[in-house]
């Protein structure tokens, strides 16, 4: 039988839709569906015919549109959103109806009058991405109009778009503005994002060597392209930074005109053959450093120290830039936050790792995935917290927590196939409660795609301990160590080195990374619960009991039983762990 042929030919996609569209309807139906229906057939419908377009289909408040030419679909949006803003003058803004619009040149299947693939997929995130009244392009569609329009776009830096394999980097353009008579080197005025963003500036050259400042750029270049693969922060694109190459610009101005929170600014020395790399992290706003680091090596191989240093700046940088978020957020008045703003306001709760902590951690966290459904990193917090609230003893309902832990790690992941902490996230989790291969094969994939993530690291630590891999789960956290010496997360790597170090036998060494991880947060029954096995174990069985009280004070319902069940780890995993709370006295 033969195979039927999958008809494909490359086209400019163009999505469409309006911005607060249920709010609209939720305030005047009637008028709203009428005056769409309007500009449908006064505006839009005569201006795709006019540049050759074709209407593929109209979904409610939205269009799929298709053009032969990029530059057709480019200068059809520029003129609805030029037009739109016109009739939307002498409208109330609470009434005004406002398109969002992403153009797109790809590859596009055909079936029957309908179009599909990747092509059409990424028209529709870039919708997503426009501001209302805008137009946000493909780097693709940029290439292909820039020549041909005397439009002003913006660099919007590279982008990770939700189920998008690669990132790519996005152009924006405010339809309300008057077309620009500056070069394609001059750098555009940005615009302040809700969520992280960053700029990477050169790195000075101190050396008047210019074989050393080809390493400052690509060690730069490194540097964004693996921030970039974070797909909560925002990183402004090479050619917009590098126009400040050169130059000492002010940094608030510098936040102001690429539309960014933070700058990651640095500099490089040589002297013989040792190099010296400063870097530091400021706070665009208010010009505060939030970090500084030197690095010192031996010039031997160009390359290994290019990669190490880029290795050790992001994996730093991410989580404290994660810290000044979480400021911000608490700073911000409680009333009238966005999924984004709860989402951080959970992940500060959880921090308490008490009892009200988590269960306001879950709490908020639910209420920002209410809010956006599509919010994988708010269906990760509300994963996570659900977890510790499990392996604490703080749940009122075990199973379904257990339950909803699962559900959400992996919905997590189908919101977000690309975000690792999705992935590492739902890898802990699956291992934690009894799928240990599919936990393991998540994890490995998380800090095989982001290998500069400390937290991917961190969470391979715990998965590799619940499937009794002790060794490996040491090595996952010395990575984590590594790319981030100073995460405010330590206790957390710390408890997990101390209950591998117990499935390994040394007793002694779990013991002192029990009580360091205690000194830094001192709420965690499970650090608790390792210390007391480790201690019994040794044979110091008054100490052990000693810190029992502690635990009973954090969890008063522990029972061995119960953390046996409820921990659904490989049995032998936890085998030194039931024998030695058995030794303290615990009760059973």
Known sequence: MAVARVERRLAAILAADVAGYSRLIGVDEEGTVTALKAHRRELIDPKVAEHHGRIVKTTGDGALLEFASAVDAVRCAMEIQRAMAQRNAGIPVDRRIEFRIGVNVGDVIVDEDDIYGDGVNIAAR?????????????????????????????DGGIQNLKNIAEPLRIWRYNASGLPSTRRDSEVSAGIMREGPSIAVLPFENMSNDREQEYFADGMVEDVITALARYPSLFVVARNSSFAYKGKSPDIR????????????????????????????????????????????????????????????????????????????????????????????????????????????????????????????????????????????????????????TLKLSCRAVELDPHNVEALALAGRALACFGEYQAGLELTEQACHSYPYSAMAWTEAGWTNRFCARPKQAIECIERAVELSPRDPAEYDRLQVRAGALIQLGDYDQAISAARRSIRMNSNMAGTYRILIAALALSGRIDEARSSCKRLLEIEPAFRISDWDA??????????????GLRLADLPE
């Open 253 to 404: 101005a510098v936040g102001r005109d690429l539309g960014v929170r933070y700058v990651l600014e640095g500099s490089i020395r040589r002297a013989t053959k040792r190099i010296r790399v400063t870097a530091q992290l400021i706070e665009a706003e208010t010009g505060r450093h939030l970090w500084a680091e030197k690095y010192e090596a031996v010039l031997d191989d160009v390359f290994e120290l290019q990669d190490r240093i880029a290795s050790n700046v992001v994996g730093t940088i991410g989580p404290q830039i994660g810290e000044a978020e979480m400021a911000r957020a608490i700073r911000r008045p409680s009333n009238n936050l966005s999924a984004y703003q709860l989402l951080l306001h959970s992940k500060f709760a959880f921090r308490k790792m008490t009892k009200s902590g988590l269960d306001d951690a879950v709490t908020l966290a639910d209420k920002a995935l209410e809010m956006d459904p599509s919010f994988a990193a708010a269906a990760v917090a509300a994963a996570k917290a659900r977890g510790y609230r499990i392996a604490e003893g703080h749940s009122s309902d075990v199973g379904s927590d257990i339950e909803l």
């Open 566 to 579: 409820r921990m659904r780890w490989v049995p032998r995993a936890k085998a030194a762990m039931l024998k």
């Open 126 to 154: 870039l919708e997503g991405l426009s501001a209302p009244g805008g137009l946000c392009i493909s780097d693709d569609a940029f290439r292909q109009v820039r020549a041909k329009l005397n439009l002003s776009f913006e």
